[in-house]
Structure formats: C-alpha cells, structure tokens
C-alpha cells in the first residue's frame, strides 16, 4: 500500500495492545512503590489476591500450558470473583480457561488458541464468549510474548523483530512495521509488556521471595522484572540459606516479589515436574462440562464457591489417595492411566 507520494505506507495491527508500555513511567513507580529491603512476605493466596489482583489488572500467568502454573492463585481469583481482568495469554489452557469460565476475563492477548494440548476435546468456553461478544482478543505469537516481556525487563518501550509481517497475527495484534535506520529494512516492532501483576509457582521460595525454578523457566524470570506486582506461589518455603550457600538458584531475586504463598500442589490438577502428574479425569470432567452452561455451573460452584480454601479444594477433587498416586506417577513408580479410559466416559 502507498500513499500519495507513490511511497510504501508502514502497516499497523488492526488492535491496540492493552500492556501498559511507557518504561520511564513503569520506572518511577518502581521507585516508589518497591524496596530492597528484606521483609517476609509470607501471606495467605486470599491475602495476595485481594491486595495485588484489582478488578481490570492486567496478569501474566507463570508457567507454561498446564506446566508448573500457579492453579492456587486461579482458584483464588476465581473464589474471589475478580472481573474485567486483562491476561497475557501466553498459551490458553487450563489456567486461563478456568479464569475465562469463572467469568474475571474481558480481554486476553492470546499466542495459542482455546485448547487443552494433546487432549481429544477443547473447552466451549473460549469460543462461546467470542461469539457473545463478552472476550475481546488480541493475537501474538509464543516468541512475541517472550521478546515483548524482554523488551519490558530491559526498560523498553519495543523491541524488534524479523517475523509476523504479512500474517493474520500481525493484522489482529498490537505489533506495527518500522524500517531500520541502518539498513532501511522493515522489522516487526512489538510493543513492550509491562503487566500489572505476575503470577509465578516455583519449587522453592524463601521469606523474603528469593524463588528457585527447576527445569524450564520459560519467562518468569523476565516476567517478575516487567510487572509491577509479584505474587510467588511455591510447593516449598525454604530458608534463606539454601540461596545463599548456592546464589546460582536464584531464579527470581526477592526484591521483584510482593507477596510468598506456600502452596502444597499448587499447580493441581496440572503438572509440576518431578513431583505430581495431571489429573486427567478432573481435566476430562471440567472441559465437557463447559458444553452445558448449568453443569459448568455446578461444577464451579463445587470446587470454587462452596469450598473454604486451597486444601479444601484439593479434597474435594482429588483427596489424598489420588493426590499420592499423582505423586507416584510423576516419579515413575507407577504408570498414568489410560487416556481411553479417561475420555471415553
């Protein structure tokens, strides 16, 4: 396309992003609002939720698909009833679905679609919403979200990129073409991501929010430096020492976190590697119940609205004898089920 002056017109996606991106603002009120002190800022997910999680914030969920994301936090701010939340949705799966179903979601920025990876059958939520007109959606790639929240931790307004131009993610995103000033090559320019809160599960974390990751990080890291709030959610509070006798494990340092909730299986009924496998048939009997409105109902009523807290939760959809043998399978010493046996109910 060119305008009048017979020169090529730079392109634009067709939706604005919703993550807030001026660096020097998000710096002064790091300023302002953060210390390097170290308090212990052990507290209750009720307590997280209620103080970081605003109606309207805008949150990056840690972890990736159904792998180490903090469900105790979900649980909370679905219990809560939390609305008209932003999320980055790196990838939508369990996490973001539950979210999506309690009804706390206006707009999503979404690199995956609506599925369950590897399962036979996606949830009706997603879909459903889109089409009432109730979830406005914005589309970026998996690296987008990556480089974008890099972007935002260097203190960056956008970083550029060699792909997405003349796609369909471009023209539904945030994302514009600019030309290099050195070779006068057009890039792609994804706006920087700076969320209002991260939400983060990890294997370890000690008072004052040092936070240890085992396996993959993805982008937590450059996550907690982006966002203005942090909540850790972590299967084990530890003591300082285990940092400080190895600084390497340092995945997440305590001055980026606001707030540490020790959460036995946090990620449940989703996977934390090396210590619980999926809990297929929970899964299995959420997603078809996003098919009928008053089954989906029940459902959360069940295990949100009508439970007392996280452990409450975990009884009531698992109990302690299928908590263990999660445990197991995780740990090679007893094989999962079946997915047939699973799905074909």
């Given at each position: ?16 992003s919703?993550?807030?991106?001026d ?6 009120w ?26 309207g ?9 159904q ?48 599925g ?22 914005s ?10 929240l ?28 600019i ?48 966002s ?33 909730v ?9 996977e ?74």
């Amino acid at each position: 396309m060119k305008n009048m002056n017979g020169q090529n017109e730079l392109r634009a996606g067709q939706i604005p992003s919703w993550g807030k991106c001026d660096p020097d603002e998000f710096r002064a009120w790091i300023q302002e609002n953060k210390s390097l002190l170290k308090v212990d800022k052990r507290t209750t997910m009720e307590k997280a939720v209620s103080q970081h999680v605003e109606d309207g914030s805008y949150v990056k969920l840690g972890g990736f698909g159904q792998v180490r994301t903090s469900m105790s936090a979900i649980y909370e701010i679905v219990r809560q009833k939390k609305k008209n939340l932003v999320l980055a949705g790196h990838t939508t799966s369990h996490d973001v679905d539950v979210l999506l179903s309690g009804g706390c979601v206006a707009k999503i920025e979404v690199a995956y679609s609506f599925g369950h990876e590897f399962r036979p059958l996606r949830s009706a939520t997603g879909p459903r919403l889109i089409k009432e007109g109730k979830l406005k959606v914005s589309e970026w790639s998996n690296a987008s979200f990556a480089w974008r929240l890099k972007a935002a931790a260097m203190g960056l307004s956008f970083i550029p990129a060699r792909f997405m131009l003349n796609t369909d993610t471009f023209n539904y995103s945030g994302a514009k073409e600019i030309v290099c000033p050195f070779t006068h090559k057009k890039y792609c320019a994804l706006p920087a991501l700076y969320p209002d809160v991260a939400i983060i599960h990890v294997n370890k974390c000690d008072k004052y929010g040092n936070a240890f990751i085992k396996g993959m990080v993805i982008v937590d890291d450059d996550a907690a430096m982006a966002s203005r709030r942090v909540i850790i959610s972590a299967e084990e509070i530890v003591d300082e020492e285990f940092f400080l006798s190895d600084p390497d494990k340092t995945v997440i340092p305590y001055y980026y976190v606001d707030a540490v909730v020790e959460s036995r299986m946090g990620s449940y009924p989703c996977e934390m590697p090396g210590l619980y496998w999926f809990d297929e048939s929970f899964i299995a009997d959420y997603i078809k119940s996003t098919y009928d409105l008053a089954k989906l109902e029940e459902h959360l009523a069940r295990y949100y609205y009508e439970t007392s807290g996280w452990e409450d939760y975990l009884q009531k959809a698992a109990g302690a004898k299928k908590l263990a043998q999660l445990k197991k399978i995780a740990q090679h010493k007893e094989k999962p089920p079946l997915a047939k046996d699973i799905w074909n109910k």
